[in-house]
C-alpha cells in the first residue's frame, strides 16, 4: 500500500508540472500579446518600440522562453503567482479569496451528488423495467444533457421571477448571514449538482444490474436472504466500485461547471475571475487560476486513486 | 481447416448485419426519437434559407421583442429578429461544431493514441503524461482558454473545442490497441512482413473502430454543449451570427419580459445534446459483439 501510495504521489507531482508547462506555453506560443494588453489598458495609445521594449525588460518578457518558465515556476511553488496585470493586485491573494466560496458550492454539490446518484442508481436497478426506474432514467437523461447555464436560467425564472422565493443572484458569506447564504446558493448548488446525480445514477444503475448476474448474488438468494441483505451485503460493495472511479471525473467537472454558474449566479469565486481575466485577456490571472484548478484536479484525483486501492484489495500489489 | 470453417458457417443460421444492426438500433423508442431529431435537425441546418420564414439577421424595429403570435410562432428578440428563424439557422453552427471538431479531435487523437500504444516504451509514457496533464484541466475551462487566446470566432472556436476533447480519443485508442495489438493476427502480419505503419492502420486500427464511433457519437453533445457554453460567456461564436448560447444569453436580459427568448434557444441545444447521447447509447448496443444476434 505504502508504495502504491508513493508511486502515485510522484505521478502527480509530475502531472501538475507538465500541466505547468502547458499553461505557461498556452499563454506565450498563442496569439494575443500581453504588453499590448497591458498598454491598451493605460491611456498610451501610441507607443514606440524602445518603450514596448523597456516595458518587456521591465516584466522580465524579453528572456528566453525556458528562463521566465523556470523563474515562473520557481516563485509559484514560493507562493507567487504574480499580479494581474490589469489591475495589480495578488493573483494568489485574490485566488485565496475566491476559492473558499468556489470550494462550499462546489462541494456541495459533489456531496450531494454523491448520495443522491448512486442512491437513484440504485432505486431504478432493484426496479428494473417498473416506472420508477424509468422515471429514473428519464431525470439522468435529461440531467446529463441539460446545458447548466440554461438549467440556472429556468430556475431563475421559475424561484426567483415568477414564485418570487428566491433572491436573483449574489452571494453572501454564511459566517455573516447564513439564512441568506443559504436561499442565495442553493440553485447554484443545483445546477453544480445536476450532472453528477445524473451521471453517478446512470453508472450505478448499470453496474448494479451487471453484479446482480453474478453467481454469488444468486448464492446469497438461494440461502435465503431478504431483498435488502442481498443488495447491502452482497451488490452494493462490489457494484459501487465503478462509481467510485467516476468520482474524479466528476469533480473536474464540477469545477469546469463553476465558470458557467458563477457566471449565471453573479458569484464572486474563481470560476467569475477567470471568466473575467480571459474577458480583459489578464493572462497572469488566468494562468495562475488554471494552476490552481489542476493542482485541485490532480489532489483530489489522488485521492480517489488511493480509495479506489484502499477498497480493493487487487489493486494493491499491481 | 477449410472444412471445419465451412461446416460452422453451416450451423449458424444467415444472420444479415445490417438489418440486425438497425434493427437493434431502432429497437429502443428513445434511440429512435435521437435519430430522427439528428436527422430533422441536418435537414434543418441544410434547407434552413427555405424552412425558416424571415430572414435570421433582418431587423424589424417595429416589431422588438413580440410575444410569440402568428407571424412570428417564438416572437421576436430585442432588435427585431425573428427567434424561430434564428433557432433554424443555429442549427448550423451547432453542427458545424458538433460534426467537425468532434471529427478533427478523432482524427488526430487516433493518430497520436495509435502511436502510444503501438511503439510503448518512452514513447508511450511521454504521450500519456501530457494527456494526463491537459485532462487535469476541465475541458470546458480548456476550451475556454483557447477559444480567448485565439480571438472569438468559428474557427476559434472549433480549435478551442477539438483540443478539449482530443485527450479522450488519444486515452480511448491507446487502451484499445494495447489491447488489441497482442493479438495473434497481428503476430501474424509481423512475421509476414507488414510493414508498421500497415500493421497499425489495416490490422490494429479496424479493431479499435467500435468504442471510437461510439464515442465520436457521444462526443457531439458535449461539444455542441461545450460551444453553447463558450458561446453564452461571450467567449464563442461572435454575435449576429445565430448561436443557440449566445442567443440564450441575449435572451437572459429580458427574462422577466421575454422568457422564451432564453427558454427556447436552451430547449433546441437540450434536444439535440439529447439525441447524440441517446444514438451513442444506441450504437453501443447495436456494435457489441456480445449482443450479435440478440433481440
Keep these: 500500500m505504502t508504495t502504491y501510495i508513493i508511486r502515485r504521489l510522484m505521478h502527480a507531482v509530475l502531472v501538475v508540472l507538465i500541466v505547468s508547462l502547458l499553461v505557461f506555453l498556452l499563454m506565450r506560443l498563442l496569439p494575443g500579446d500581453p504588453i499590448l494588453m497591458y498598454v491598451a489598458s493605460g491611456d498610451l495609445q501610441s507607443i514606440s518600440k524602445e518603450q514596448v521594449a523597456h516595458l518587456k525588460h521591465k516584466l522580465g518578457m524579453d528572456r528566453p522562453l525556458p528562463v521566465q518558465y523556470l523563474d515562473w515556476l520557481k516563485n509559484a511553488v514560493q507562493g507567487d503567482l504574480g499580479k494581474s496585470i490589469l489591475y495589480r493586485y495578488d493573483v494568489l491573494g485574490e485566488i485565496g479569496n475566491r476559492l473558499p466560496i468556489t470550494l462550499y458550492l462546489g462541494l456541495s454539490a459533489f456531496v450531494i451528488g454523491c448520495i443522491i446518484g448512486p442512491l437513484l442508481g440504485i432505486i431504478s436497478a432493484v426496479r428494473r423495467g417498473k416506472w420508477l426506474d424509468n422515471l429514473v432514467t428519464v431525470i439522468a437523461n435529461v440531467g446529463i444533457t441539460a446545458p447548466p447555464f440554461w438549467l440556472g436560467i429556468i430556475l431563475i425564472f421559475i424561484f426567483s ?14 459566517f455573516v448571514d447564513l439564512w441568506k447564504n443559504l436561499q442565495q446558493s442553493i440553485m447554484p448548488i443545483f445546477v453544480l449538482a445536476t450532472f453528477p446525480i445524473a451521471s453517478a445514477a446512470r453508472q450505478t444503475r448499470s453496474s448494479v444490474i451487471e453484479v446482480m448476474r453474478q453467481d454469488y448474488v444468486r448464492t446469497a438468494w438461494a440461502k435465503g436472504l431478504s431483498e435488502r ?12 466500485m465503478p462509481v467510485v472511479t467516476l468520482q474524479g471525473m466528476l469533480l473536474r467537472n464540477i469545477i469546469g461547471g463553476s465558470v458557467i454558474v458563477e457566471t449565471v449566479f453573479a458569484i464572486p469565486g474563481m470560476g467569475k475571475l477567470v471568466v473575467d481575466g ?11 487560476v488554471i494552476l490552481v484548478v489542476a493542482v485541485t484536479v490532480v489532489v483530489s484525483n489522488l485521492a480517489v486513486d488511493i480509495l479506489y486501492g484502499w477498497l480493493d484489495p487487487r489493486i494493491q500489489y499491481e | ?30 434511440v429512435a426519437f435521437g ?6 435537425t441536418i435537414l434543418a441546418a441544410i434547407f434552413a434559407p427555405i424552412i425558416a420564414p424571415y430572414d435570421p439577421y433582418a431587423q424589424i424595429l417595429d416589431d422588438v421583442l413580440q410575444q410569440p403570435n402568428s407571424q412570428h410562432l417564438l416572437g421576436t428578440d430585442s432588435l427585431g429578429r425573428d427567434t424561430l428563424s434564428r433557432i433554424i439557422f443555429g442549427a448550423r ?23 502510444a500504444g503501438y511503439f510503448g516504451g518512452w514513447i508511450f509514457t511521454i504521450i500519456m503524461r501530457f494527456t494526463d496533464g491537459i485532462m487535469a484541466i476541465p475541458p470546458l475551462l480548456l476550451a475556454l482558454v483557447i477559444a480567448a487566446l485565439l480571438g472569438t470566432g468559428l474557427k476559434g472556436v472549433m480549435i478551442a473545442v477539438s483540443f478539449a476533447l482530443l485527450p479522450g480519443y488519444i486515452r480511448l485508442v491507446c487502451g484499445q490497441v494495447l489491447s488489441v495489438k497482442e493479438n495473434e493476427y497481428v503476430m501474424a502480419a509481423h512475421s509476414v512482413g507488414v510493414s508498421q505503419i500497415g500493421i497499425m492502420f489495416r490490422y490494429i486500427l479496424p479493431n479499435c473502430l467500435s468504442p471510437l464511433i461510439v464515442q465520436m457519437t457521444m462526443m457531439m453533445g458535449l461539444a455542441i454543449l461545450i460551444e453553447a457554453s463558450l458561446s453564452f460567456l461571450g467567449l464563442g461564436i ?5 448561436a443557440w448560447g449566445s442567443m440564450v444569453y441575449d435572451g437572459y436580459k429580458y427574462l422577466v419580459m421575454r422568457p422564451i427568448l432564453s427558454i427556447a434557444p436552451g430547449m433546441a441545444i437540450m434536444v439535440v445534446v439529447f439525441a447524440f447521447n441517446m444514438v451513442g447509447d444506441g450504437l453501443r448496443d447495436a456494435l457489441d459483439p456480445r449482443l450479435r444476434g440478440t433481440l
Design chain 1, 229 to 240: 441483505m442481498v443488495i447491502m451485503r452482497h451488490v452494493l460493495k462490489n457494484a459501487l
Design chain 1, 278 to 288: 480571459m474577458l480583459s485577456q489578464d493572462y497572469t490571472v488566468v494562468q495562475g
Design chain 2, 1 to 30: 481447416m477449410n472444412k471445419g470453417a465451412q461446416s460452422v458457417t453451416e450451423a449458424l443460421p444467415r444472420v444479415n448485419e445490417l438489418r440486425r444492426f438497425v434493427r437493434v438500433l431502432l429497437g429502443r423508442g428513445v
Design chain 2, 35 to 40: 435519430v430522427i431529431a439528428i436527422i430533422a
Design chain 2, 93 to 115: 453552427i451547432a453542427l458545424l461544431v458538433g460534426v467537425g471538431t468532434v471529427v478533427i479531435a478523432a482524427s488526430f487523437g487516433t493518430v497520436i493514441g495509435l502511436i
Design chain 1, 161 to 174: 421571477l415568477y414564485l418570487g422565493l428566491l433572491p436573483v443572484y449574489g452571494y453572501t458569506s454564511p
Design chain 2, 238 to 242: 461572435k454575435p449576429p451570427s445565430a
